[in-house]
């Protein structure tokens, strides 16, 4: 008899592990293989069957939009699911000089990444969750899979300068993302989608 290998599903937060990147200063790791990455935490009795990315469209810079675009187009070349919510926009006056301007709010990422979480676990697609993101407003999904599943088990990841004792609280185990993970996990200078069309990382991420 074999031993049993356990499915491993991944969960992230792409905009908790992008501002957690930009924000420690990473900003020349945002070509990032979160495949890749994932498996290189994995051990041997471990088998990753799905990874879920969850993100909303930039709407409001084209640079940006085109960026954004590119790498998520890099991402589905791994297979990576990408589940999208939205921005919704925000006006902020500024007391000083009396101007406007609008802020982009990201909407329904964290719910689409607390349902599918749950949801999963209700179907049994999993054993083991891996939770990347350091945001708190997932602790009581969290929590929830533990009193309900208790064959499944969630780890957190958490993306640089990310880390919340709330979550920690509440995960079965917890990883810091550090930086030499992140260098040693980049896509390519070019990735070639299945079309043939080649993907090359942007220049201001170099």
């Not at 009396?98 to 329904?108: A, F, V, Y």
């Not at 064959?151 to 993302?177: G, H, Y």
Request: charged residues 25%.
């Amino acid at each position: 008899m074999k031993d049993k290998k356990y499915r491993v599903k991944a969960y992230i937060d792409g905009s908790n592990l992008y501002f957690g990147m930009i924000d420690a200063g990473f900003r020349n790791c945002k070509w990032l293989n979160v495949e890749k990455l994932i498996r290189s935490f994995l051990r041997s009795n471990q088998e990753l069957v799905e990874i879920k990315y969850f993100t909303s469209r930039i709407t409001h810079n084209p640079p940006k939009q085109k960026r954004q675009t590119t790498y998520l187009e890099a991402l589905e070349t791994t297979g990576v699911n990408i589940i999208y919510g939205s921005y919704q926009a925000k006006f902020t006056d500024c007391r000083k000089c009396g101007n406007s301007w609008i802020i982009p709010n990201e909407k329904m990422t964290d719910v689409n990444l607390a349902t599918h979480l749950l949801m999963d676990a209700f179907q049994d697609q999993y054993d083991i969750a891996i939770v990347v993101s350091g945001d708190s407003d997932f602790v009581p999904c969290i929590q929830g899979v533990n009193e309900h599943f208790l064959d499944k088990s969630v780890v957190v990841f958490f993306p640089p300068l990310r880390r919340n004792e709330s979550v920690v609280a509440v995960a079965r185990a917890f990883q810091m993302i550090g930086r030499k993970k992140l260098v040693e996990n980049q896509f390519p200078l070019h990735v070639r989608k299945e079309d043939g069309f080649v993907l090359e990382r942007p220049d201001e991420w170099a």
